[in-house]
Every structure is written in C-alpha cells, then in structure tokens.
C-alpha cells in the first residue's frame, strides 16, 4: 500500500512540475492551466477508483475473528477527535467571521470614528464563537 501512496505523491509532483513548465511556454497561461486541471481531475478520478478498489478487496476478503472480548474501557483518546474538530471548525468560524466584522469595522471607523466602541463589541462577539467551540471540546474530553 505504501508503494501506491509514493507513487500517487510522485504524480502529484510531476503533475505541478508540468504545469508550471507548461504555464511558462506557452503564450497563454489560462489554457495551460486549464489542461492541467482537467489533467489532474482524471487523476482524482483514477485515484478514486483506486481508492473503491481497495476497498471492495478488503471487503471480499474480511479478517476472521478469533473470539470476542469485552469492549476496551474509555480512555482518554476517544473523544480526541470529536475535541479536535469542536475546537478547529468554531476556530475557522470564528476566523471568518472576524475577518468580515474587522473589514466592515475599519469600513465604518474611516467613515465615522465614534462609532468605534460599537464595532469592537461585533468583532469581539466574533471571537467568542472559537471560545464556545474550546468549551465544547472541554465538556467532550471530560465525560
């Protein structure tokens, strides 16, 4: 498997030496871009059904079970990435949102500098949102 891997990663190298070689010849860079993207849609492609293939074989051939046991006891590690995305997702969240209250902010302050106390109220309710996702992965990491 790791054999595939390393020559998916070689492709995908090869691919992006191609295209940058491809945009400085010819004399119109979007149709070289443009080739190399449908290029590299194929090769999604032909990656994808890889991908169904290796699964279809190791679904025709499951692993037997010996005997069955007790369910492992909690640890600490599973609730890691439930945690990790909870604070992750509300952190991109939360990016986003400063970035459109902190742009609309200056817009408004150029314009009108009193109104300044106000928009730093929106850009800070902005920032609270990666505060709520931190919290949520506290109360999943404790259960």
Do not use: H
Request: aromatic share 2%; charged share 10%.
């Amino acid at each position: 498997m790791s054999t595939l891997v390393t020559f998916g990663v070689v492709a995908l190298l090869a691919a992006g030496v191609l295209v940058i070689q491809m945009a400085r010849r010819t004399r119109n860079p979007l149709l070289a871009v443009r080739a190399a993207v449908t290029g590299l849609l194929s090769l999604n492609g032909i990656a994808a059904l890889v991908c169904l293939a290796v699964v279809v074989m190791a679904l025709a051939q499951p692993m037997p079970v010996l005997a069955q046991e007790a369910p492992p006891a909690p640890s600490a590690a599973d609730g890691a990435l439930g945690a990790a995305l909870a604070t992750g997702l509300a952190c991109i969240g939360a990016g986003i949102a400063v970035g459109i209250a902190g742009a609309a902010a200056i817009g408004g302050i150029t314009e009108k500098p009193e109104i300044l106390g106000r928009t730093l109220i929106f850009v800070g309710l902005a920032e609270g949102i990666a505060i709520y996702g931190l919290i949520i992965s506290f109360l999943i990491l404790n259960r």
